[in-house]
């Protein structure tokens, strides 16, 4: 059973329909006992990173996130991987979960922002599961990114500056896109995920 | 980089796909979560359904049709017509739309776009601007196209970008249903006025048109409807010749 914490961030849809896709059982949820006796815990998310704290502490998640992140395998999208690191500054400084060093700031481009559209992903070496993705393009719509150390990257993708397109840590993966706005590709990534991380 | 979005766009009357302009000898072409399912598989970089219903019952079915769609395409989603308030907006991306456009009630309320922004975010809010060429410049049209404004569209691009719009649906009401290719000067115009993205539409009749967009404006995505219904061009036939012109796209 794969869990995916709804705490009230946009619309949780069409992941939940991605992962079924797949042949999971996937249960929507706020309630901490529902997230332990899952098998993966998905952290989806749109909207700023400072209202998205503010609803995981209201809701008294901060500290069980944290626990089961190094317990079993935890993804967050969008927003969700950037409530992974340490520290943002969209509607202030806010505190992250800290599953992976670094902050998320505004992004440098001399393009367009929000940065909305089907972008090429560069796989990093080392990371065999995802490099049947390597060009492929998905789908990304923001306006902050994750500034973080460079062993923490698996793929990025290039919009005027390289942007962190999937990261890991351990059993934590954060992918910046949206994999359920990604046609084929987003479904093949996270089945990458499902498959690589136990 | 980021790549050029190709963009079917499907009129939904009272819960049906239909084809027809202006209003007369609209033919039915079938369900829209199956259309829309069929041109996400096929390629397309995302859908657009403009909801032209006339009654409330049409309009409600429309919220079903974007919940079943959230649920089977894989690609995003816009959702406009008959958007008038922050009520319509709000039940729309609930239903799970991943934008929603709004257009006349926009003219006539622009604080519409900033609310819808601030409550929402920016990337969900897509306002469609209907223009046409007139002697001083070019006017917005409401109405579908049929009431002139008398606003500026160059004017109102910056005004409608300032309020928080996170892209701007272009239609030529001059070029639209006239196949001879979009409207270079008018995109051109918009393009290097705003600096958020804007999608092309009216006027594409048939292939090389997308290329010749792309190539001649800035412009981040065009729209086409007619072309892609009934299988008249596919949309890999679309993405073939921009990729033949050298036209950075996503493989279809």
Redo the contacts between chains.
């Keep these: 059973m794969i869990a995916i914490v709804d705490y009230g961030m946009g ?1 949780v ?2 992941v939940s ?2 992962f079924k896709r797949l042949g999971y059982e996937v249960v929507l949820t706020d309630n901490v006992g529902e997230l332990e006796k899952a098998s993966h815990i998905i952290l989806p998310g ?3 990173f400072q209202a998205a704290v503010k609803e995981i502490s209201e809701r008294g998640l901060k500290e069980p996130l944290q626990r089961l992140a190094k317990e079993k395998p935890f993804l967050g999208i969008c927003l969700g991987m950037q409530l992974l690191f340490t520290e943002g500054y969209e509607g202030g400084t806010s505190q992250g979960l800290n599953l992976i060093p670094g902050t998320v700031e505004k992004i440098k481009t001399p ?2 922002l ?7 992903l560069h796989i990093q070496p080392g990371h065999p599961a995802f490099d049947p993705f390597q060009d492929k ?1 998905v ?5 902050f990114e994750a500034r973080t150390e460079k062993e923490y990257l698996v793929a990025s993708t ?2 005027g500056s390289d942007i962190p397109a999937i990261v890991q840590k351990d059993k934590v993966y954060g992918i910046q896109f ?1 994999p ?5 590709v ?2 093949g990534i996270l089945k990458a995920f499902l498959q690589e991380v136990k | ?3 050029k ?1 190709i963009i079917p766009c499907l009129d939904v009357k009272e819960g049906k796909v239909v084809k027809g302009t202006n209003f007369v000898g609209l033919r039915e072409l079938g369900d829209p979560v199956e259309m829309a399912s069929a041109y ?1 598989k096929a390629g397309a ?1 995302e859908i657009i359904f403009l909801d032209i219903s006339a009654t409330n019952e049409g309009r409600q079915t429309m919220v079903d049709i974007v ?1 079943s769609t ?3 395409v ?3 989603f816009t959702v406009g017509g008959g958007v008038r308030t922050i009520d319509d907006v709000t039940r729309l ?2 239903a ?1 739309a ?1 934008k929603v456009g709004m257009n006349s009630a926009a003219v006539a309320n622009p604080e519409l776009i900033a609310e819808s922004s601030a409550r929402f ?3 969900c809010i897509v306002v469609a601007i209907d223009a046409k060429r007139f002697d001083d410049g070019w006017h917005v049209m409401t109405h579908g196209g049929s009431k002139d404004s008398g606003i500026d569209a160059i004017e109102w691009a910056k005004t409608v970008e300032q309020k928080g719009a ?2 701007i649906l272009l239609t030529s009401v001059d070029t639209d249903g006239v196949k001879d290719g979009f409207d270079i000067a008018l995109t051109k115009a918009i393009v290097d006025t705003v ?3 804007v999608i092309a539409s009216g006027g594409c009749g048939k292939p090389e048109h997308f290329p010749e967009v792309f190539e001649k404006t800035d412009v ?2 065009a729209l086409a409807a007619s072309i892609f219904h009934e299988n008249t061009f596919s949309i890999k036939e679309v993405k073939d010749r921009c990729t033949l012109q050298g036209v950075n796209i ?2 279809a």
């Design positions: 619309n849809a069409s329909t991605a749109v909207g700023s393009y367009l929000p940065h909305i559209g089907w972008n090429g393009h789908y990304f719509v923001h306006s290039e919009y949206h359920e706005k990604s046609g084929e987003g479904v | 980089m980021i790549v979005r996400s970089d919940k959230a649920e089977n894989f690609v995003p991306l609930k799970g991943d975010g920016a990337q996170g892209e600096r958020i993205p981040s995505a996503r493989e």
